[in-house]
């Protein structure tokens, strides 16, 4: 192990480096390659010029997101709906993975997982189809059960207000698998000895819980919504479009970024104008991500992402 | 230190990887470039004659796969029809064709995409309703000029009347071969005749009757939704909309994605906004009424049910559509269910018909396709060659259908196998009629073709190339204001009104009339 320089490093790492090409192979080819897109923000686009000999035509794109007076509410309604995303997804996944941690009983803890971990793997669309069944005025299962009790029935689809619970929760809902999974994997990475310290001096569960493993899970908190906040001008199109499709009634509280752009381009097609509202969703993000490692600096140096 | 030596060495491997893979990156780009400059080719040499064109036929020596993109799901018996076809197709024109079909669940999202992305195909099935004008005007098709038409169609040529040609023409050039098949393009609606002989009703042809059936059929008829829809798919309009709007008032709206319209009988085409009429307030009521009785259900604006098979299974009393379309749901429940009886329903009788301009269907040439004419020839045969044309159409007879005569057909148990996608851009006289088509429905599409009302503005396109800000906004208050308000969703229709006609007066609706108005004199005043 004598030998130095750039090439002994390189021998020396190629376990590491090996593992580390997929990551950087996959952002080069599907995040910076096409990169060059964005120029299509600025431009007319025709087939005949393609994407780099299309005219120019300066911020005419960025006018129909503007102009339409729904720019405020769609951007305020996907910022919120991520935050509240975020925060109720984290604790709840954090919750469940603290207690899959204590739970005693080995098939017990396997069970509980993969069941959770079973709505990851259902697309929005069966979702979508799932809910219309459950949420349906006339022959919807919640409706049938209210029914049944005599109790008047609720017309979801028409209510703007219930669904911002309903997303959450759907959001919730389908995340609460996946994300505990790496909780629970940072949980198992904590020091035992830690544990074994503290029940010697009588510490009780609570006790462990909130001295040893929350605090010991802040590393990773903090990475998972720095990088959670990067995308938060970005609404899931795919949860959004399947749960509340055209519904008009629903728009005032449900409508983002990603649905409203769609809705209105998709038959206009007009590449230009998607890809001003994509250059605008991504500035955003980026501003916003500059800012929290920022905040995240100042208050803890080593937790910063850069 | 010395981690941190090591660190600095993983990030420059890192930066060196990146260089050499962005590096096949710009190989990409190049490869674009390429593409872009390719793709300008075929247009500019259109402005000059075809080379291969100018000796008459084109060279076919060299046998040639056509790539045709077909919208709709892909037929069962795709492989022996095509197979069949394929060898008649040899022998004529030393060509074989392969299709791809875009399902209709997406192909709205799909059909654009394969042109921006140049994909290599040589002819797409093309519509004013499936993004003719749209991609015309974005060069996405092959100009077709008389030299290459009359040279490579002789047959289309020959019986294609002008009208058709210049119909098909966008800002004066042509980029679609049309189909050859006058119709009319009204719609009616499909009830259960069954449910009004119990309930004793008066038969169904007006808007007031119509209304009758509904309400009655809604009070009396427990889990049946009286009409349904599917109203939330993206098609702006309620779904009666063609006919107790446009055809009652008659009225012609220019494009379906904004909600401007002249009358038929205005030479002028002086244009007004429809939500701002006393006809459109009329009908919020008569559709508010409906709603409250329950006519169709709360949720219609999230329905995610085939409306036809819910009506198949009993479960949806009626629904509106073209007569074509429902003539054939007609003659499948016969087929299928005698016992239940339905009956198509013209709500509008006395009024003036449009005649579908010839761009209802068509094929269009690819802008970079490498066999222009092969192609051509293949469209020619396929819509005007009577044996290629019935396989194109029908099938494989004795499998697919059972020949009648030479002009008609009977359904087999094979017909399904070979059925439901955009074949129609071949429709001509040579199409088989089925032999079970309802006799009534015939009647009603003779009854209007004695109606049809030619007009100057009948070939307009607006072109929205300098409002396309204005059309994105328009459209997205019509989905979030006019649906639920039609459908009777919002409890004060007054307001309702009052918050469309404001939402759309800063959507840009007035930029977009004067643009659109300017447009349509011009027009006229060419004429």
């Known amino acids: ?306 | 230190m010395q981690k941190k030596k090591s660190f600095m060495l993983l990030f420059a491997i890192i930066m060196v990887m990146a260089t050499v893979l962005s590096a096949c990156g710009g190989n990409n780009n190049g490869n674009t470039g390429t593409n872009a400059g390719a793709s300008n080719t075929p247009s500019e040499s259109n402005g000059n004659e075809q080379p291969a064109a100018n000796d008459g036929k084109a060279d076919t020596s060299e046998e040639v796969v056509l790539k045709m993109l077909l919208v709709g799901g892909k037929p069962i018996d795709y492989d022996v029809v095509f197979g069949e076809l394929n060898k008649k197709l040899k022998e004529k024109i030393n060509a074989t064709v392969e299709a791809e079909f875009l399902d209709w669940s997406d192909w709205t999202q799909k059909y654009p995409l394969k042109f921006a992305a140049n994909e290599d195909f040589d002819i797409a099935y093309t519509a004013n309703w499936a993004f003719y004008n749209d991609q015309a005007l974005k060069g996405g098709f092959l100009e077709l000029t008389e030299e290459l038409l009359s040279a490579n169609m002789p047959l289309t040529w020959k019986a294609m009347p002008e009208v058709a040609w210049n119909q098909a023409k966008v800002n004066g050039k042509l980029f679609m071969v049309p189909n050859n098949n006058p119709e009319v393009t009204d719609k009616a609606v499909l009830i259960r005749e069954d449910l009004r002989k119990k309930h004793n009703l008066e038969p169904v042809n007006s808007p007031e009757t119509f209304a009758n059936y509904v309400k009655t059929i809604a009070a009396n008829e427990k889990g049946i939704n009286a009409y349904n829809a599917k109203a939330a798919d993206g098609w702006k309009w309620h779904e009666l909309d063609q006919i107790l709007l446009e055809q009652q008032n008659e009225w012609n709206l220019v494009d379906y994605n904004i909600p401007l319209a002249y009358k038929l009988t205005d030479e002028k085409g002086q244009v007004f906004n429809v939500y701002d009429t006393p006809e459109f307030k009329q009908l919020l009521a008569y559709y508010k009424d409906l709603a409250d009785n329950n006519a169709w259900s709360k949720n219609v604006v999230s329905n995610k049910n085939d409306v036809w098979q819910d009506m198949k299974a009993g479960k949806t009393a009626s629904y509106a559509h073209n007569l074509g379309t429902l003539a054939m749901n007609l003659a499948e429940l016969r087929r299928e269910q005698p016992e239940v009886e339905l009956a198509i329903a013209d709500l509008t009788p006395d009024k003036k018909k449009i005649a579908a301009i010839s761009t209802q269907n068509g094929m269009a040439i690819h802008a970079t396709s490498k066999n222009a004419e092969r192609s051509l020839m293949l469209i020619d045969l396929l819509q005007n060659d009577k044996e290629i044309h019935d396989l194109f159409m029908n099938g494989i007879a004795g499998n697919h259908y059972e020949a009648v005569g030479d002009d008609k057909f009977n359904a087999t148990a094979g017909t399904p196998n070979f059925t439901g996608f955009s074949n129609w851009g071949a429709n001509s006289p040579l199409n088989r009629k089925d032999a079970s088509y309802p006799a009534e429905a015939d009647a009603i599409a003779n009854a209007w073709q004695e109606k049809i009302h030619n007009f100057a503005l009948e070939t307009f396109v607006f072109n929205d190339a300098n409002v396309k800000n204005e059309v994105a906004n328009v459209g997205n208050v019509m989905l979030r204001y006019a649906i639920p308000l039609e459908y009777g969703l919002i409890k004060d229709i007054d307001k309702g009104h009052a918050d469309l006609i404001e939402q759309l007066k800063a959507a840009g609706i007035e930029k977009l009339q004067q643009e659109l108005q300017t447009q349509i004199d011009a027009f006229l005043a060419n004429q």
């Open chain 1, 1 to 306: 192990m004598n030998r130095s320089g750039f090439w002994g490093d390189v021998l020396k790492q190629r376990m590491l480096l090996l593992m580390l090409t997929p990551a950087v192979l996959f952002f080069l080819l599907f995040a910076y390659v096409p990169m060059a897109g964005i120029v299509l923000a600025f431009k007319q686009f025709n087939y005949g010029g393609g994407i780099f000999g299309s005219p120019w035509n300066g911020l005419d794109n960025f006018r129909f997101f503007f102009e339409s007076g729904n720019a405020w509410m769609v951007t305020k309604n996907t910022a919120l709906y991520n935050i509240a995303f975020i925060v109720v997804n984290n604790v709840l996944q954090i919750a469940v993975a603290i207690l899959l941690f204590e739970a005693v009983g080995k098939w017990f803890r396997k069970i509980t997982q993969t069941v959770l971990f079973l709505p990851y793997f259902i697309s929005w669309v069966v979702v979508g189809a799932i809910a219309y069944n459950l949420f349906n005025y006339d022959v919807g299962t919640i409706n049938s059960i209210l029914n049944a009790f005599g109790i008047e029935p609720i017309d979801i689809y028409n209510t703007p207000a219930y669904w911002p619970f309903i997303l959450v929760l759907v959001s919730a809902w389908k995340a609460l698998g996946y994300g505990s999974v790496m909780y629970l994997a940072a949980i198992t990475g904590i020091d035992t000895e830690m544990y074994e310290a503290a029940e010697i001096d009588g510490a009780n569960v609570f006790q462990r819980i909130f001295h040893i493993t929350v605090p010991n899970l802040y590393p990773t908190i903090i990475i998972l919504v720095l990088l959670a906040i990067g995308n938060i001008f970005r609404g899931d199109f795919g949860m959004f479009y399947n749960m509340v499709g055209n519904n008009g009634l629903l728009f005032s509280s449900t409508d983002v970024i990603d649905t409203f752009v769609f809705r209105s381009l998709t038959t206009s097609n007009e590449i230009g104008l998607s890809a001003a509202a994509g250059f605008y969703q991504s500035v955003l993000g980026f501003a916003t991500i500059l800012l929290a490692n920022y905040a995240v600096r100042k208050y803890d140096k080593d937790h910063a992402l850069f």
